[in-house]
Every structure is written in C-alpha cells, then in structure tokens.
C-alpha cells in the first residue's frame, strides 16, 4: 500500500521533462469598437460589419496550470456611418449623416500568459479532454485606417475633386494634424500597444492534437484606428497645410455633403459643401474621451511538440 501511494506520488510530481510546445494556426473574426459603430455604447457593433481574422503561435506549458504564448495576428476591422444607421432613426440619424467610414488592417504581435482551470502534473498525453482558461499579456499593433472615395458621387466639393480608390488617412491630417494654425492634434501613430486578455476553452482531440475557442479583448492606446477623435478641422486650414494630400484631406475629413442630406456653403470659406452640423470648424466629429478597441474571435488548431527525453548517461 505504501508502496502505491509513493509511485503516485512521483507521477504526480511536476518535472521539467513534462513541459512541451505545441504551434498553433488560428483563424477567425475580428470587430471593433470606436467611433463609427451603431451606438455609442462598448456594447454596440455591427455583426455585418465583421472581418477575417488569421494567426499563428507557438506555446510552452511550463507548469501544471500556466503556460506563456508567442503570436502573430492578422486582421481587419471596418465601419461605416451610411451602413450603421439610417435617415430615419432617432439618435443614429446624427451619424449617417456624418456619412464617414473606413478599413483597417491589423497587424499584431503578442506575448501572453495563460491559466488554465483545470491543472495537469502528468505527461502531455494524459492532460484533461476538456479545460477552460483566461489569458492576458501585452502587444505590439500596427494599423493603416483607409476610406474609399468614388469620384463625383459623394456630394457638391465644389471644382475639387479626386481620383476614384483607397487613401491612407492618417497622412492626409483629417482632423488639421498637418494643418497651419489652430489648436489642432498632433498625428497618430501607427504603431501602438494593446493589452490583449480574454477566455478559451481547448479539447483534446487526440494525442497530439488540440482545438481551442478563443475569444479576446485588445484595449488600445489610441483612438484613431477609425481615423476619428475630436472636431473637425477648418477645410481652409487643412488646404493650406502640409499634408501628403491637402485636397484628399479635405474631402475625406468631411463626408456629410454625400449623405443626401441639404448642403450649405462651408463657414471656413472654402467652394466645398457642408450639411448644416457637419464640417464646421470645431463641431464635434468623434468622441475623443473613449479610445479604441478591437475583439478577436476565433478557433485554433494546435499540434504538441513531442518533448525530448534524454535518457540517463551510463559509465
């Protein structure tokens, strides 16, 4: 009997001949929270508003319940005003006529911790069927928010126009980051951390192989992954600026004259139309106070790297 309960105990020991990787291929969807969304509201997204999402990782498990996680995370994230609300809805009323929108590709790279529920002293091949876990760490994000602009049907911009496709917004200074004078914010970046966390579940499918459902939070650092923050800028300040492309920017940092709304003549001067509310300088184009975030969706196939055991050397 003693005999017994001392073999258990052994087994149940935890060695560094027990930890293991595993490489894991995800994919998924991702959505995001900002501006540009139905509501202004963190509970608030488009579900047609979802985008592909993929990845790769690479995790250790280097103790019963805790593992640490490498990654690498593609996808995008879209809004649109004209898609989100309509002209005769209440409160959304005031978004679709702003009529602004925008993609993002997200690229990220991650370090995360995970906890699982259920421990594991024993050998990869004997770890539980079923374990729900939470994870969180830190990342790096580059993003590149872009709208499209079809020429001549988006509203009356006066003798001004651009060429039909997608523009960068974040060198154009939308909200007067390139422009002359005024109290204007200085430009993004593009490169920013996240805190990444969230809850998975992972089943065993058989010795070697897993399958987990993921879903996780990013909380960011910025509120520009929709190119909206604050108020607009003054169209003439924005002309006069040194942006890659002062007209774009002009056109692009207001939309409502493509809205169908009525138009009027823009305050700051300038030949381009304006929906009364819209455009003026210093009218409240975003919600500056909140930043943005991004969520990730999605399941990922993991194969454990069988550990090397070396075996004992004999003289």
């Known amino acids: 009997m003693l005999t017994l309960v001392a073999t258990d105990a052994v087994a149940q020991r935890w060695t560094k001949r027990k930890q293991y990787g595993s490489v894991g291929v995800t994919f998924g969807a991702m959505n995001y929270f900002g501006d540009i969304v139905p509501q202004p509201d963190f509970t608030s997204f488009r579900f047609k508003s979802t985008r592909p999402s993929a990845g790769i990782s ?23 005003d004209a898609l989100s609300a309509s002209q005769n809805e209440g409160e ?15 690229k990220e790279v991650s370090a995360v911790a995970i906890v699982d529920l ?21 990342a790096v994000m580059h993003h590149n928010p ?23 917004l974040q060198p154009l200074g939308t909200e007067g980051q390139y422009a002359d004078g005024g109290d204007y914010p200085e430009p993004y970046k593009r490169v920013q951390f996240a805190i990444p966390f969230g809850l998975g579940v992972r089943y065993k499918i058989d010795r070697y192989w897993d399958l987990s459902l993921e879903i996780g939070w990013r909380k ?19 002309l006069a ?19 169908g709304f009525t138009t009027q003549p823009d305050q700051s001067g300038t030949p381009y139309a304006v929906v009364k509310g819209y455009g003026d300088p ?32 004999f003289r």
Do not use: C, H, M
């Open 282 to 313: 210093g009218r409240q184009r975003g919600e500056s106070s909140d930043d943005d975030w991004y969520i990730t969706t999605g399941l990922t196939l993991n194969y454990i790297l069988s550990p090397r055991v070396r075996s004992p050397k």
């Open 58 to 80: 690479y995790t250790y498990r280097f103790s019963p319940r805790f593992s640490y996680r490498a990654g690498f995370t593609w996808g995008r994230i879209t809004g649109d």
């Open 92 to 106: 959304n009323r005031g978004r679709f006529g702003r009529n602004l929108s925008f993609r993002n590709d997200i």
């Open 146 to 168: 872009k709208a499209y602009y079809e020429s001549g049907s988006q509203g009356n911009f006066g003798n001004a126009d651009i060429s039909t496709g997608w523009y960068e």
């Open 118 to 138: 259920f421990e594991n002293r024993s050998t990869f091949q004997r770890r539980p069927d079923f374990v729900p876990y939470a994870f969180a760490g830190v």
């Open 220 to 238: 960011t650092f910025t509120d520009y992954l929709d190119d909206v923050s604050t108020s607009y800028a003054s169209k003439a300040d924005i």
């Open 241 to 259: 600026g040194g942006g890659e492309n002062p007209t774009a920017a002009a056109i692009l940092a207001d939309r409502s004259a493509g809205s």
